[in-house]
């Protein structure tokens, strides 16, 4: 026998179907990158997205992010999964039916290297916000806060972790 659900846990149902589609978005991010497909990856950018990658800079709007993606994938790592985004640990807090943030752990790693040669490009943290348009959730902000084998981190995360701690 089986006992309906209240409407407290229709709710709560209704909050997990969207932090799984938030951690969703950032899992087939990560895939089309590693597969350097940039069309599919343009799906996941909002028009006026804002990605600050430390080393490699902040770029704003969705044009200019695909641009450097595809200066970034070149040479050794052109080929599809000759560098893997791992992730891991994704938190994700509803802010509004359409607003949200989260972060996630990456784990860069190469796969191009000799089996000799240490494979581990970063560790670091996606520090991101999303928000639902047309019915799907797409990236507003995602900011990489790199901490291993160099430290590149922004001083808005910087005072964040010095709070937290």
Same mark, same amino acid.
């Given at each position: ?48 997205? =804002?990605?600050?990658?430390?080393? !490699?800079?902040?770029?704003?709007? &969705? @044009? ?7 200066? $970034? ?46 494979? =581990?490009?970063?560790?670091?943290? !996606?520090?991101?916000?999303?928000? &639902? @348009? ?7 902000? $995602? ?23």
């Amino acid at each position: 026998m089986h006992t309906p659900l209240d409407d407290a846990e229709i709710a709560q149902l209704r909050t997990l179907l969207e932090v799984e589609a938030i951690r969703q978005l950032h899992i087939d991010y990560s895939m089309a990158m590693d597969e350097r497909d940039f069309d599919k990856l343009a799906l996941f950018f909002a028009d006026d997205v =804002l990605c600050e990658y430390g080393p !490699y800079g902040s770029w704003s709007g &969705k @044009e200019t992010v695909l641009e450097n993606y595809r200066k $970034t994938f070149t040479g050794d790592l052109a080929p599809p999964f000759t560098s893997q985004h791992i992730n891991t640990n994704h938190t994700v807090e509803l802010l509004s039916p359409t607003l949200a943030k989260g972060r996630c752990y990456l784990l860069d790693v190469a796969t191009h290297v000799a089996p000799d040669e240490n494979p =581990l490009l970063w560790f670091a943290l !996606y520090d991101e916000e999303y928000r &639902k @348009e047309r019915g799907r959730w797409v990236f507003t902000r $995602t900011s990489l806060q790199f901490f291993w084998p160099q430290r590149h981190v922004t001083t808005s995360f910087d005072a964040v972790e010095e709070h937290d701690i």
